[in-house]
């Protein structure tokens, strides 16, 4: 029994779904939204906060400072209300709402930038308020996710020998790149007690990691609109890029057998599924990893009318499910399906 008495200190690392009733293909989906801050980024949080601490770079007047899609946002909001710290976040406007409420729940600010810079996109434009505040004063201290090697050597120490533990027998890993930080953190790993684990790196379309064109993502957590600094592509054995669209139904599907993901998950889901249907592949153990549920999503990728102005009419088949899809289905004599089609607004 866990008794825990601050909240970065339980994290379920040993949770997996089997996919292959739900997917046709053998994948085990590893679950990393059990914890107190709903995602796998309370790891690199605690790791980067605590190699800091060590460091005396963080004093007790220290301002916490950090550019977050979310869920680093929010983790970081759960370590500095533990630890006595102020936090402030810098996000954009494609924070889901629920999630800037739940960090300023924990007590952090959050400055939402609007406006993309010209080059940097969104991104940069995080970057260059945070540069501003740290000039302003030397109580802030960022801790840079982007930049920070304890991002990846959290995955390091943790996500990857759990999952080898669990999985003696690995073929392919399936890990979505946002910062890299997991990504990079696994590969390692994997290489450094050579094992013979081929690393799949599953990025969207619109993002330049992996050197694609720039392009429109709407949805948080993977991609980025820069090269990102801890990536080092030799660890990777492939990349691999999922269509917003394709993301969206592979949530869908899940939350059809009662599993709610993040976006990212749908993502990495969606392209791991792919590649293991592509041509003649023998049996492989394979796992990909989950960085979070999906209540945070609900007005975005569980969204009829979200999904509809982005994605198109075409996107709603058979494996989505959205509030007005239930009412096709589940009352069709009080509601003709059209006029339930038109009215997708959750009340
Ligand atoms: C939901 C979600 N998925 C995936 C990622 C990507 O993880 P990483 O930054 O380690 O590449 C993030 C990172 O913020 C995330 O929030």
């Known amino acids: 029994m866990p008794v825990i008495s601050d909240p970065y200190s339980f994290n379920e690392e040993d949770l997996y779904v089997d996919l292959r009733s739900i997917c046709g293909q053998p994948l085990f989906l590893k679950c990393e939204g059990f914890n107190f801050a709903g995602s796998i980024k309370l790891k690199p949080a605690r790791e980067m906060v605590e190699a800091a601490e060590r460091a005396g770079v963080i004093t007790p007047d220290s301002v916490l400072l950090e550019s977050s899609s979310g869920n680093m946002g929010v983790a970081m909001s759960v370590i500095a209300a533990s630890k006595g710290y102020r936090f402030l976040c810098v996000t954009d406007s494609r924070c889901n709402l629920s999630t800037r409420l739940l960090m300023e729940a924990l007590g952090a600010h959050v400055h939402v930038v609007t406006e993309p810079s010209p080059h940097g996109g969104f991104l940069g434009a995080r970057l260059d308020y945070i540069r501003r505040q740290c000039a302003r004063s030397g109580r802030y201290v960022w ?23 669990s999985f003696p027998g690995l073929d392919v890993l ?22 013979p684990v081929r690393i799949v790196a599953v990025d969207t379309v619109g993002s330049v990691t992996f050197g694609g064109a720039p392009g429109r993502r709407m949805l948080p957590g993977l991609g980025m609109s820069m090269q990102p600094p801890l990536l080092d592509a030799s660890y990777v054995d492939e990349a691999i890029e999922v269509e917003e669209a394709d993301t969206i139904r592979a949530c869908h599907r899940l939350a059809r057998h009662g599993f709610l993901f993040g976006g990212s998950t749908g993502t990495v889901v969606s392209g791991a599924v792919d590649w293991l249907a592509r041509g003649d ?30 994605y198109g009419d075409a996107v709603l088949g058979d494996d989505v499910v959205t509030s007005d899809a239930q009412l096709r289905t589940d009352v069709p004599e009080t509601r003709p399906a059209s006029s339930a089609r038109s009215s997708g607004k959750r009340s």
């Open 281 to 310: 592949r023998p049996a492989l153990t394979a796992v990909a990893i989950a960085p979070d549920l999906g209540e945070r999503y609900l007005d975005t990728v569980y969204q009829a009318n979200w999904i509809r102005d982005l």
């Open 174 to 195: 399936f890990v979505g790149a946002g910062t890299t930080g997991t990504l990079m953190g696994c590969a390692r790993w994997f290489r450094h007690w050579h094992r």
């Open 143 to 165: 801790l840079s996710q982007y930049t920070n090697a304890n991002n990846w050597k959290a995955h390091y120490h943790r996500t990857a020998p759990a999952i080898a533990r």
